[in-house]
């Protein structure tokens, strides 16, 4: 599929939106603010009324940790560092395949964030569901096999799965994976099946979660540069390696990855609140890229601290 029929078929499904009349999204493009220039590609938020927005598997308020991130706490801490917009990340642990939060919250803020949400892959017709998801600000999708309690060796495999990977290559919706170093030959395979699907490696795939960074993954890991929609998220700092500030010890990592898919497809990301716990905080965090690695020019730093985000996932 080459890119003049993708875009065609993008156009028709923008206009069935408007159709819709779900003309909100479309009409509130970002605008770039120089006070707030940023954009943070990964946070998740939750509320504290489990009333309204309950939570999935008996959990009550008493597991909220901590019992309450809005989007308004979010953008309190992140607007200091000059944050403007953020991509708001379905969190499975508390609310699984119910985005309608982060539905809510790009409602009322459209400019300010887009949504990489959650659909099962395991109930008919998930392509059908993207779709209907991309008119509410939905730009991707949080795919991953840690939400699966059977068959997780075979969960790229599944014809559930197959059809989102599809549907995204006609929609631009990224596939947005939750994986570990293990999974990286799967979604390399995925990636060559599916040419035309942006994807997006989140947190390095947990390369350094255990404190150590093998080259055997770093290579499979570096190997995904060679299709052209795939992309990574350079984020969750607080998980890796020494697992607390500076962070120095991640930059060869960073160095290996810009030198394999260049600043135009690398994006930081606090994958906050968990960033802001202990003895990590979000300046931290947006400092490792923005002030600490002398590697980066200024252009290359406005495609990993906004461009790339907003390529990927401001589109519509």
Not at 65 to 70: A, E, I, L, Q, V
Not at 98 to 123: C, E, T, W
Request: net charge neutral; charged share 25%.
């Amino acid at each position: 599929m080459n890119s003049p029929i993708t875009l065609t078929r993008r156009q028709a499904l923008m206009t069935g939106a408007i159709a819709l009349g779900a003309t909100a999204l479309v009409d509130a493009a970002p605008t770039d603010s120089k006070e707030l220039p940023w954009i943070d590609a990964h946070s998740h938020i939750w509320p504290p009324e489990t009333d309204k927005f309950p939570l999935v598997n008996g959990q009550t308020k008493k597991d909220l940790n901590p019992p309450s991130f809005t989007d308004d706490e979010l953008m309190a801490i992140a607007r200091p560092e000059g944050v403007g917009r953020v991509v708001l990340i379905q969190h499975s642990v508390y609310h699984l395949f119910d985005n309608s939060y982060l539905i809510d919250a790009v409602k009322r803020h459209p400019k300010l964030f887009r949504i990489v949400g959650m659909v099962d892959d395991q109930q008919p017709a998930p392509g059908a569901a993207m779709k209907k998801l991309l008119l509410l600000g939905v730009t991707g999708f949080r795919i991953t096999p840690f939400v699966r309690k059977e068959r997780q060796a075979e969960w790229l495999d599944e014809p559930g799965m197959i059809e989102m990977w599809q549907t995204g290559a006609v929609t631009r919706q990224a596939m947005c994976c939750l994986i570990n170093p293990s999974d990286l030959p799967g979604v390399d395979r995925m990636c060559e099946r599916h040419p035309d699907t942006p994807m997006v490696i989140d947190h390095f795939a947990r390369i350094g979660a255990d404190g150590k960074f093998r080259d055997e993954d770093l290579h499979n890991l570096c190997r995904l540069a060679r299709h052209k929609h795939a992309s990574v998220k350079v984020s969750a700092f607080y998980a890796l390696g020494e697992k607390k500030p500076p962070h120095l010890e991640l930059i060869p990592m960073i160095k290996r990855l810009y030198d394999a898919f260049g600043p135009q497809r690398l994006m930081w990301a606090s994958d906050c609140p968990y960033q802001i716990q202990g003895a990590n905080n979000y300046k931290d965090s947006i400092s490792l890229i923005r002030d600490r690695i002398d590697f980066l020019t200024p252009e290359d730093k406005q495609w990993l601290l906004r461009k790339t985000a907003e390529k990927v996932f401001f589109y519509a």
